[in-house]
Every structure is written in structure tokens, then in C-alpha cells.
């Protein structure tokens, strides 16, 4: 048996294709604290789903740096995720940009890119450069109007006109363009506080059409994010170059080294959500020689020159409710920030052996361990150094080349430091047998441990290995919110101050039949809109919007 992982390929493949991004949010105007909740949408030239990247990037910025920063993870050229903005975020206009890796060789002016307003509302004294307060809230510009040439608007409807709190509200859509691939929902209270005035874009055919001259310096994220590292000092020699992620499963990425300036790239797929990820740098033939491994931010990190002073109208009720609703969603945010790693396998193979070692006798050592029950895996001598090596039955030998030892998914190089330690933290032993190909390094088998929570415990990384948080791309999640059919939840004390009552990132629909659905209203009362925006195949936008009141 031999295992590939996933290598490069050339870019000539793709020299042709070009892609264009939209960003939906949920609403305009946020208050610091709360979540931004996007829809991102890549397009082709021909206005279709473009499936080669599958990372999204967005970054929201004012003129300094950015603030916020993400990655999306894309199926079909489509993705959604949300993006907490700090509590202590001045108020202002801010600039939300969206692109793919690709299309970085074409340079900012194919980004994607709209304003934002978000409001502090604990600041409380007005910055002239960023915001100012005014006694008369300014409407936001009309509703765009739909030309001659563009389908007509979605029918969107309620049941009522008007509701109580915690109430179910019906929504109906129609008239949905039968060639519509992109559609999204979004409900929110539609507040007199503030709004960002809209970028002069140039219109999104003229966009999409639009070429630039492509340089070859980004290739395209076409199986998954590429994560990419600088070692330091720059190498000499040979190295083996290393990224894996903590935890119970296998995901280890080889590099792929640019000797001209030092980068290594790794081509990871499957993981997402924040991850801790250990970076490892040796020489070739393992020698102690001291290299770390920076990671290169994947952002473009292309700032405005400038951005429009933001007017907030100082509606106390609303900063008041919406401030109340930002902390209260913080609170209730329950999963930690490394609760799991999030991943699809990249490995489909099974292990020859697996030990539970709480079935077994425990020894003081894993090297002792190994020896008393551990099947076909042996510790030899090798120099002066003790090294795992596993019986390979169709070759009827040891593994002659180096064995893959990993401790929670992170490669062990130096052998001896998994031999010393203490089996008491370790849940479980697996073997894997035959030849592995990690990029562009060979092991002959595999041999992972696993301790109890995947974390590793009172481990002792070695000097050329470093432990870091990192956030992979997104995927999409479900959308919360309470069930107040349920008696029990419809009468629970715990406030309810959402401002955003329903988000559909991805509205499935039959053509030509009407799409139903249904939410709850909150504890906030006054006017909530309905806001419901699309993407046609043929490259036009369709929306319709509808509006109810909660007393």
C-alpha cells in the first residue's frame, strides 16, 4: 500500500479562468460585539459557481489596518460564516473586502468590497475622523430599482403585518427567476442609528468581465487552504519542513520548499474552525540544527484610502437593546475556542492494529510498553539513538526507512522522546502499515498515540517545533434560534434580544413554486425588514424586501 497526499499542480491549467466574488451580510449597520453574518458567492467569467478556489478570504479594515479578519471555507464556489467584532472596536465607517487567493494575481481592484457602519455604544465621546452624532437619522438611498433588462423583484410577503413578542412569523417568497443560484435570507430589526454609505462599484457585469493582466505568484486554492510558512534562518541545506494538527486524527502536511526565499507551502484540505497546529523545521538527517518556521499571513491586507465619516443618531432605546443583545450573545457563547477538531478525514485508511491501553497492564515507559504487548513494532538501535521501526508483512521486514511516530497528530522525530513518556496519559496505540508519501517525503508505516483528550499533555516539544493557534476556513453552520413553540422556552425569563431574527445563507427552493418558511420574533419590539437577495446564472440580481412591525 502506498498514500499520496494532495501535492501542487501548475497554473497554466487555469490561466483562463477568472473569478469575481459577492459578500451578503445580514445587515448593514452593527453594533460592537455583535457578529457579522456573510454569505460568500464566487463566480466564473460566464456568471457561474466557480468550484477551483475553496477558500474565501474577507477582511474588514478602516484606513490604518485590518480589524477583522477570516477565511471561508467554499463547496461549488459558495461558503458562510460569521465574524465577532471586538467589544472595544471604535465606532465608524469600515470597509468589509472579499476575494480568493486566485484572484490576488489580478491585484485589489477585482475585490469585492462594500462599507459597513458599526457603532460603539460605550463610547462616548465623537472622534471628528471617524464618527459624529446628528439629530436627525439620514434614510439610507432607496431601494435599488430593477431596469428593463433585469428580472423582476421577489414577491415577499407575511402572514401579519403586524406581531407580539416571541410570536411565529410565516414568510412566503415568489416569483423566483428559475435560473437563480444564489439566494439569501436575512430578518433584522431595521433601526434608526446609522448607515454606511455604498461604494460607487462598477456594475457586477462590467465587473465579472473585466480582466487584468494575471501574474503567477498565487495558485489557486483548488483542494483546500495552502498555509504557507517562512524559515529563519534561511536554509542552506535540505530540510524537512512540517505543519500537523493537535488532536485525535491523522493531519500531517508536508512542505514544499521555494529555495529563493525561504517559503514553504503546505497544502492542507479538510480542517476548519480554530486549530492549534505545531510547525516543524529539521535537516535532513534529523541533526539538532536550530530553525523555526514563521507563518505568512494568507491576507491581502489592502487598506482604503479613505472612508466616509459615519453619522449616528443617538436613539438611546436602540444602542441600548442592541448594546444589551451584543453582550448577551458573548455569554452565551458556550464552545470553546479549540473544542474539537473540525475536519473531514484525509485519511481514508484504517489502522493494522489499535491498542486501548486501559486493557492492559500499564508500564512505567512506552518503550516498555511497546515491548510487553505492542505487535509487529520493535525499538532498535540505530547509532546511538533507539528508533521505532514496524514489521512489514508483504515485505517480510522491519521498515528500513523512517517510521512516522506521531504523539495527538503531531510527528515525533526525535524517537526518544516518545519512548520516555509516561504511558499513563496515553489512551490509545495505533499501527499503519505500508508507505506513506506526506508531499514530498516517504515514511514506511505509521505508529500514533493518542491520549485521552488529544491535547498533548506534559509533552515537551522539541527546539525546532513551535505550538500555535491558527483559524482554518469556516464552514457553514446552522443559524440559531429558540423554538418558542415549546411552552417551556416561549415562557423562559432569559431574555431574547436579537436583533437579527433569521439568517438564511443558503435558501433552498423548487422552481417556480413558492418558498415557505417560518422564525420567531424576539423580545425587541418596533419595524423588522425582510431582506431577500440573489444571483441569477446569467449574472443579475434579484432582491425583494417586505416590512412588519413588533408592538
Given at each position: 500500500?502506498?498514500v ?20 451578503h ?15 460568500f ?5 460566464n456568471?457561474?459557481p466557480?468550484?477551483l ?6 477582511e ?70 471617524r ?18 433588462n ?32 444564489d ?9 434608526s ?40 534562518p ?57 530553525y ?5 499571513s ?60 486501559d ?18 513494532v ?108 415549546i ?19 443558503s ?17 425587541l ?10 444571483i441569477?446564472?446569467d ?13
Amino acid at each position: 500500500m502506498f498514500v499520496i497526499f494532495p501535492v501542487c499542480f501548475s497554473l497554466k491549467a487555469v490561466e483562463s479562468i477568472h473569478e469575481r466574488v459577492f459578500i451578503h451580510t445580514d445587515k448593514d449597520c452593527y453594533v460592537a460585539g455583535e457578529k457579522i453574518l456573510l454569505k460568500f458567492y464566487v463566480i466564473d467569467r460566464n456568471f457561474q459557481p466557480s468550484d477551483l478556489s475553496k477558500v474565501g478570504y474577507v477582511e474588514i479594515c478602516d484606513t490604518v489596518k485590518p480589524q477583522m479578519q477570516m477565511k471561508v471555507n467554499l463547496e461549488k464556489g459558495s461558503g458562510a460564516g460569521e465574524i465577532r467584532i471586538p467589544s472595544d472596536l471604535p465606532s465608524g465607517v469600515y470597509r468589509l473586502s472579499g476575494y480568493t487567493r486566485y484572484m490576488r494575481n489580478e491585484g485589489d481592484a477585482v475585490y469585492f468590497k462594500k462599507r459597513i457602519a458599526i457603532v460603539n455604544a460605550g463610547q462616548q465621546y465623537p472622534d471628528p475622523k471617524r464618527f459624529e452624532l446628528t439629530d436627525k437619522y439620514e434614510k439610507p438611498q432607496p431601494e435599488k430599482q430593477f431596469d428593463v433588462n433585469e428580472p423582476a423583484g421577489i414577491s415577499v410577503r407575511t402572514n401579519l403585518n403586524e406581531y407580539g413578542n416571541r410570536q411565529k412569523v410565516v414568510l412566503s417568497l415568489d416569483n423566483i427567476p428559475d435560473n437563480t443560484a444564489d439566494l439569501v435570507i436575512s430578518v433584522s430589526r431595521n433601526d434608526s442609528i446609522a448607515f454606511a454609505p455604498e461604494i460607487n462599484n462598477p456594475t457586477w457585469q462590467k465587473q465579472v468581465k473585466d480582466t487584468f493582466r494575471l501574474s503567477q505568484q498565487w495558485l489557486p486554492e483548488y483542494e483546500g487552504h495552502i498555509i504557507t510558512g517562512r524559515i529563519i534562518p534561511k536554509p542552506q541545506e535540505a530540510l524537512l519542513s512540517s505543519i500537523a494538527f493537535v488532536g485525535k486524527g491523522i493531519h500531517y502536511f508536508n512542505g514544499q520548499l521555494n529555495a529563493d526565499d525561504g517559503t514553504t507551502n503546505f497544502y492542507t484540505s479538510g480542517i476548519y474552525g480554530k486549530q492549534q497546529i505545531v510547525t516543524s523545521v529539521i535537516s535532513q538527517f534529523y541533526e539538532k540544527v536550530l530553525y523555526r518556521m514563521d507563518i505568512i499571513s494568507p491576507f491581502a491586507e489592502s487598506l482604503p484610502s479613505d472612508l466616509p465619516v459615519l453619522k449616528i443618531y443617538p436613539n438611546e432605546k436602540q444602542l441600548t437593546e442592541r448594546y444589551i443583545g451584543a453582550q448577551l450573545q458573548i455569554n452565551a457563547d458556550s464552545v470553546s475556542s479549540f473544542a474539537s477538531l473540525q475536519s473531514t478525514e484525509t485519511n481514508s485508511f484504517q489502522p493494522l492494529l489499535s491498542y486501548d491501553l486501559d486493557q492492559y497492564t500499564r508500564f512505567s515507559t512506552i518503550g516498555e510498553t511497546i515491548l510487553e504487548f505492542i505487535s509487529r513494532v520493535r525499538v532498535s538501535k540505530v547509532g546511538d539513538k533507539r528508533r521505532i521501526k514496524v514489521f512489514m508483512e508483504d515485505d517480510m521486514r522491519f521498515s528500513l526507512k523512517n517510521t512516522l511516530v506521531l504523539l495527538d497528530g503531531i510527528p515525533v522525530y526525535e524517537h526518544e522522546d516518545i519512548l520516555n513518556y509516561n504511558p499513563m496519559y496515553v489512551k490509545r496505540i495505533n499501527v499503519y502499515d505500508g508507505r506513506y508519501l506526506f508531499g514530498g517525503e516517504s515514511f514506511e508505516c505509521i505508529v500514533s498515540f493518542q491520549t485521552r483528550e488529544g491535547d498533548l499533555p506534559f509533552f515537551q516539544l522539541s527546539d525546532n517545533s513551535q505550538l500555535l493557534n491558527y483559524d482554518c476556513p469556516q464552514r457553514l453552520s446552522p443559524f440559531e434560534m429558540p423554538d418558542y413553540s415549546i411552552d417551556k422556552i416561549k415562557n423562559s425569563r432569559k431574555p431574547d434580544f436579537r436583533s437579527t431574527l433569521y439568517w438564511n445563507p443558503s435558501v433552498e427552493y423548487t422552481k417556480s413554486k413558492p418558498v415557505n418558511l417560518s422564525f420567531n420574533t424576539s423580545d425587541l419590539s418596533g419595524e423588522f425588514k425582510v431582506t431577500v437577495e440573489g444571483i441569477t446564472t446569467d449574472g443579475k440580481f434579484v432582491q425583494g424586501a417586505s416590512y412588519f412591525r413588533v408592538k
